[in-house]
Nanobody, 114 residues
């Protein structure tokens, strides 16, 4: 069983920044780690991913504003969000797949509002 624990959510003003963290209970060295988000009334969508080689992948809606990174020694993935917009408001989830099983964190709420 793998546990993913997100943290760092909160209220931020438009144009502001926030950093989310996702701590895994096992090594993340050999898996793809992903950040999803789900806004009220909308489907969950992929925001960013980081490959086993450390390459980032981003949804078009966040390119140039969000940065995904990882610290393998800490088994932690980060999502740094800059120039945030109201449409970034959502619950953000960390996700990975290990041994044919998909694991999700509990989610952290991000609200962008003045």
């Amino acid at each position: 069983q793998v546990q993913l624990v997100e943290s760092g959510g909160g209220l931020v003003q438009p144009g502001g920044s926030l950093r989310l963290s996702c701590a895994a209970s096992t090594t993340i060295r050999s898996v793809i780690m992903r950040w999803y988000r789900q806004a009220p009334g909308k489907q969950r969508e992929l925001v960013a991913a980081i490959t086993t080689g450390g390459e980032p992948v981003y949804a078009d809606s966040v390119k140039g504003r969000f940065t995904i990174s990882r610290d393998i020694a800490k088994n932690t993935v980060y999502l740094h969000m800059d120039n945030m917009k109201a449409e970034d408001t959502a619950v953000y989830f960390c996700q990975t797949r290990m041994s044919l099983t998909t694991y999700w964190g509990q989610g952290t709420q991000v609200t962008v509002s003045s």
